[in-house]
């Protein structure tokens, strides 16, 4: 626990700001789900409308600094890159990225 006036004022702050923050996180994270969701079923109408709604909701996140401007870029990208690709099996998760491998030597 802090002991320094300042610091129990901090821990105030933070709290307070953690508890505002909370809802537009979760509803970023919601909308991003259903719009996965939407393309692993092959609906694109669907998934494009609910593109719009991530999209602002995405950008109200950046607005606010809960997520960092180049993150929210990239959460929009990949969304926007998995209904471009909704005819193919492949889906690009909007929250990680794909790691790359290294290739195994050969033994000799």
């Known amino acids: 626990m802090p002991i320094i006036k300042s610091a129990k004022k901090r821990v105030k702050q933070a709290e307070k700001r953690r508890q505002m923050n909370y809802p537009v996180r979760t509803l970023m994270k ?28 995405i950008d109200t996140a950046a607005k606010k600094n809960i997520i960092h401007d180049k993150n929210a870029a990239r959460k929009k990208s990949r ?3 998995n209904i471009a690709n909704i005819g193919e099996k492949k889906v690009v998760k909007a929250s990680k990225t794909a790691k790359k491998t290294p290739k195994k030597k050969e033994k000799k």
């Open 30 to 57: 919601t909308y991003i789900k259903k719009v996965l969701t939407a393309v692993t079923e092959g609906n694109k109408e669907e998934a494009e409308k609910l593109l719009k709604k991530a999209y602002k909701i």
């Open 79 to 81: 969304l926007a890159r």
